[in-house]
Nanobody, 123 residues
Framework: QVQLVESGGGLVQPGGSLRLSCAVS????????IGWFRQAPGKEREGVSC????????YYANSVKGRFTISRDNAKNTVYLQMNSLKPEDTAIYYC????????????????WGQGTQVTVSS
């Protein structure tokens, strides 16, 4: 059974940092790209970052470039999203998703999704 479980969300002040984790089970992470997406209240889901399976290529939305870093540990079947210099506009539910092969910031491409973790950036 394929499962993705996000963790690491919480409340943080502007300028602070969080590290999100996406633990996967039911498939070998080596063959899957993982994407991070977020959805704020009243807004559409948007792609934040992704990492491909073949060569570990990474992609970032312009809004997070230079502040967020995605990485993967295939041995632990876990993908991370390090978020620094957080802003109030980063507040959202963050989801990870999986698809075989090359990653994308297009949500419709992904086959499997986690339940999400809330990130709130506020003073």
């Amino acid at each position: 059974q394929v499962q993705l479980v996000e963790s690491g969300g919480g409340l943080v002040q502007p300028g602070g940092s969080l590290r999100l984790s996406c633990a996967v089970s039911g498939f070998a992470l080596d063959y899957y790209a993982i994407g991070w997406f977020r959805q704020a209240p009243g807004k559409e889901r948007e792609g934040v970052s992704c990492i491909s399976s073949e060569d570990g290529s990474t992609y970032y939305a312009n809004s997070v470039k230079g502040r967020f870093t995605i990485s993967r540990d295939n041995a632990k079947n876990t993908v991370y999203l390090q978020m620094n210099s957080l802003k109030p506009e980063d507040t959202a539910i963050y989801y990870c998703a999986a698809v075989q092969g090359t990653g994308s910031l297009w949500a419709a491409k992904y086959d499997y999704w986690g339940q999400g973790t809330q990130v709130t950036v506020s003073s």
